[in-house]
């Protein structure tokens, strides 16, 4: 890395960790503008990333909106530090804040989960029995992992036997490294997995196949260790330059692949795991250590609700969005945000970061009787870590282009100390000004 990069990176880097870097002076310079008055009830599903971050925003940009969150868990979780918690890189609680630490004044909290949605007459029932009604709905549950959806598997598993699921939350991805650690620290076979289904941060598990086998070499035991990436996909990422340098970098690094295998089953007491392949064959596998995947699907209430796509991801229940807007395109008053949208990318906290502002515009500029042209391109981004200190920064869209943010300043597809630190530093200081609607 040259002295000028170092320097040029390191500023950036340091802008970000402050929340004093460009993004943020643009969403100051959003609150700038004048509310708009009115009494519209607005319902938040999700006190996650998104739900949490809109209703920062919501709040300074309408005066007098009855705005109200729907959530029935008492911890917000740092997704982001989940693979840093299953490597041993952070502890559990790294990831663990209170959920009412992050919400304004003005925002009423129901510490419940939505149990049904009635888009026709405007209704959200919760499970305590409330009902509220809405003039507007924002849809931002995030999704569900289908445990049930691999054979042989359940949460309690998790850091026994050799198994590890990160997805889970903190405490699974604390017992993820205990049972990671035992491999390598003793080597044996490592098989790393992801599902058929969308996913949240679809560079996780390539994150951690390459942080275990950094910090098996490390621990002087990767002569003993063979590792294996098996995918249902044809290729490494969706990406496809970033997906030929994953597939270079596996190469160097002595990392087997099994693209178009599904994992259907495991036998826990055997260490054995079931792949399907694309022409439906079977196909065991021996492990020491499996990274278990499942699937991920929208909760039960959305797919009930008649919001879900009806023409395409039909058994995941995405809600059907324009892409652009994330407007609903049959319910004009609701827009969704984050894992739960039904868009081709966008996935990821740093996705929500793009998607939050343009549901802001649209919302505020109808409540007003106005139009906007603000629109979301698919931005997504994964710092996709390659060993310790050493990470990509990946940033795309919708049309598999990268847009870095620092051209000229970070190269993407370099294994660079100034992304590690994006990922390890500065993405949560980031991440807690987008909670707060700062940035």
Not at 27 to 46: E, F, H, M, P, Y
Not at 239 to 267: N, Q, S, Y
Not at 301 to 312: A, C, Y
Request: proline share 5%; glycine share 10%.
């Amino acid at each position: 890395m040259s002295d000028i990069t170092f320097t040029l990176g390191r500023r950036g880097f340091l802008a970000l960790a402050g929340g004093a870097g460009a993004l943020a002076l643009a969403g100051a310079a959003d609150k700038a503008q004048a509310q708009v008055t009115t009494s519209a009830r607005i319902v938040i599903l999700g006190a996650g990333a998104a739900g949490t971050a809109l209703a920062n925003r919501l709040v300074d940009r309408l005066d007098g909106a009855q705005i109200t969150l729907v959530d029935g868990r008492a911890e917000h979780w740092y997704q982001p530090g989940f693979s840093l918690i299953a490597a041993g890189l952070k502890p559990a609680s790294y990831s663990v804040s209170r959920t009412t630490d992050w919400l304004p004044r003005g925002v009423t909290l129901k510490s419940d989960w939505a149990a049904a949605i009635d888009p026709e007459v405007r209704t959200v029932a919760l499970q305590g029995g409330e009902v509220l009604g809405y003039d507007f709905l924002i849809v931002a549950t995030g999704l569900v992992l289908d445990h049930a959806g691999i054979e042989g598997f359940s949460r309690d598993l998790v850091g026994q036997n050799g198994i590890g699921v990160l997805y889970g939350g903190p405490e699974d991805a604390a017992r993820t490294w205990a049972a990671a650690s035992r491999f390598v620290e003793e080597g044996g076979t490592g098989i790393f997995t992801r599902p058929a289904t969308e996913m949240k941060c679809a560079g996780a598990p390539l994150k951690h196949t390459f942080l275990l086998d950094d910090l098996a070499r490390k621990a002087g035991s990767r002569g003993k260790a063979a590792f294996l990436y098996a995918a249902p996909q044809g290729s490494l990422f969706g990406v496809p330059i970033v997906a030929e340098k994953v597939r270079m970098l596996f190469g160097e690094r002595g990392i087997d692949t099994a693209m178009t295998h599904t994992l259907r089953a495991i036998d826990p007491g055997a260490r054995r795991a079931t792949f399907v392949d694309a022409d439906g064959i079977d196909h065991e596998r021996d492990y020491d250590y499996i990274h278990v995947i499942p699937p991920q699907r929208a909760p039960e209430v959305i797919r009930q609700s008649g919001l879900s796509w009806e023409t395409k991801w039909t058994d995941q229940g995405w809600v059907e969005v324009d892409p652009k807007t994330l407007r609903h395109t049959r319910y004009p008053e609701v827009f969704a945000l984050g894992d739960i949208a039904g868009v081709p990318k966008g996935k990821t906290a740093a996705s929500v970061k793009w998607q939050v502002p343009v549901v802001e515009e649209h919302l505020v500029a109808q409540i007003a009787g106005d139009t906007t042209d603000a629109a979301y391109d698919g931005y997504t981004s994964c710092p996709l870590i390659t060993r310790v200190g050493r990470a990509m920064l990946i940033e795309f869209d919708y049309n598999n282009n990268l847009v870095p943010s620092f051209p000229g300043v970070i190269a993407p597809l370099e294994e660079l100390w100034i992304s590690w630190l994006m990922k390890e530093v500065a993405l949560k200081a980031t991440y807690n000004a987008m909670l707060r609607g700062k940035a």
